[in-house]
């Protein structure tokens, strides 16, 4: 069977600008894609790059998008225009892929201009994070309308997980056939354990003494409240580090800003670093992690565990979505369960979901060489299971059955 002559992925995120899983998605998936096939990216930035292999254009943000405009809808806006001119510009491929709601519609356009087939990557589902109406106002109905509507026609859809594909068949009116499961990956030779600790000491953690990390945006979804309510519990031998930048929303800020500084007035070596740390220097936290820590309340696959896994770190994890199908309880790391309110992504019982949390912490912290097996075993499973080369061999074998 032959290949399509070209892919063109369009993304919100791409190097430099990237900030979230899907970014890191396209980025390595391009990349192995394009040692197969030739590849074209199309992203919202300034990128340019003209590489016969794996070519890249950036796309801008539309003025007007801000022009007596309320400010809660300026992120749906720009992301309809950009699309637009995603779709508009000259187009030779075979396949057009897209990658959350953001160039959702870019496919769809693009599909119906250049006669192409559309592939739309399900990153996480925007009927599943009601919390974006507090921070986008009536601009999450219009996210929802260009997800919805894109879904409806998409020739193929990917899920990252088998649960966000049970979700996509739930929400959403598409036949089961057009909706496929590939994972997400990891790039094995860069994540992996290594001695380095210089940006440890640079952000004010002790290297000698163990401690529980957290990796990600400060979000709802992301649950990373519910671990700082569960500092207290936490053993005070152990060092509390917080990589958490970027909130949605000036209330969560707030929220985590007293919440951290309640629980550092209660304990030593509490770390909150809100800066985005380079790839280099988040490899160095999670290899001398004791614990890595994802309490998520919605996780459609949760990359950053596998980050965590391939550098041999044990992880505890909130027991939702895919993450079900990447950490494997008492063999890589622990699962906490979480009931969650009927409609809703809040927890049941917050206090009893934060001081579960602790406790997981505290049984594989308490424990080296229980630690130090699931370790290795997350390194050995990510190697077996999620290397970037096979997941694009899969893709590429989807794209094959479309053209």
């Not at 400010?71 to 491929?93: I, P, Q, T, V």
């Not at 094995?188 to 990390?213: E, I």
């Not at 934060?354 to 370790?375: E, F, T």
Request: proline share 6%.
């Amino acid at each position: 069977m032959s290949h399509p002559n070209r892919i063109a992925i369009l993304t919100k995120e791409y190097p430099p600008h990237v900030y979230g899983g899907a970014g890191v998605h396209v980025e390595y998936l391009s990349r192995e894609l394009s040692r197969l096939v030739p590849v074209l990216v199309r992203s919202f930035g300034d990128q340019t790059v003209d590489d016969p292999n794996l070519s890249v254009r950036g796309y801008g943000p539309w003025a007007e998008a801000g022009r007596h405009t309320d400010a809660r809808f300026e992120g749906a806006l720009d992301a309809l225009h950009r699309s637009l001119c995603m779709a508009k510009d000259r187009l030779d491929a075979s396949v057009v892929h897209t990658h959350t709601w953001y160039t959702a519609m870019a496919g769809f356009w693009a599909k119906k201009l250049w006669a192409v087939p559309h592939v739309l990557t399900v990153h996480s589902l925007e009927p599943l994070r009601p919390w974006k109406e507090e921070q986008l106002g009536a601009g999450y109905h219009l996210s929802c309308w260009m997800e919805r509507t894109a879904m409806a026609s998409a020739d193929a859809i990917v899920a990252v997980s088998r649960e966000t594909r049970a979700d996509v068949l739930r929400h959403f009116q598409v036949q089961p056939e057009r909706v496929h499961v590939i994972h997400n990956g990891i790039d094995l030779d860069q994540y992996r354990r290594t001695a380095a600790v210089d940006a440890l000491s640079r952000w004010g953690v002790k290297p000698a003494r163990p401690f529980v990390l957290f990796v990600g945006r400060i979000t709802r979804q992301k649950g990373i409240i519910h671990l700082v309510r569960a500092i207290p519990h936490i053993d005070p031998g152990l060092q509390v580090v917080l990589c958490a930048g970027a909130p949605d929303t000036d209330d969560i800020r707030r929220e985590m800003t007293d919440g951290v500084t309640r629980a550092a007035a209660g304990r030593p070596g509490v770390i909150w670093i809100q800066e985005m740390l380079p790839r280099d220097q988040v490899i160095q936290f999670y290899s001398h992690a004791a614990v890595f820590c994802c309490p998520s309340v919605y996780e459609p696959f949760g990359i950053i565990n596998l980050e965590a896994m391939a550098c041999e770190t044990p992880v505890v994890a909130s027991a939702v979505g895919g993450i079900k199908e990447v950490v494997v309880p008492e063999k890589t790391g622990l699962l906490v369960p979480l009931d969650l309110r009927e409609g809703t992504f809040e927890p049941v019982d917050a206090e009893a979901f934060s001081r579960d949390l602790a406790a997981a912490i505290n049984r594989v912290a308490d424990a080296p060489a229980l630690a130090r097996s699931m370790g290795l075993a997350g390194r050995g499973r990510v190697e077996a299971h999620f290397s970037w080369t096979a997941i694009a061999r899969k893709t590429l074998a989807l794209y094959d059955s479309l053209t």
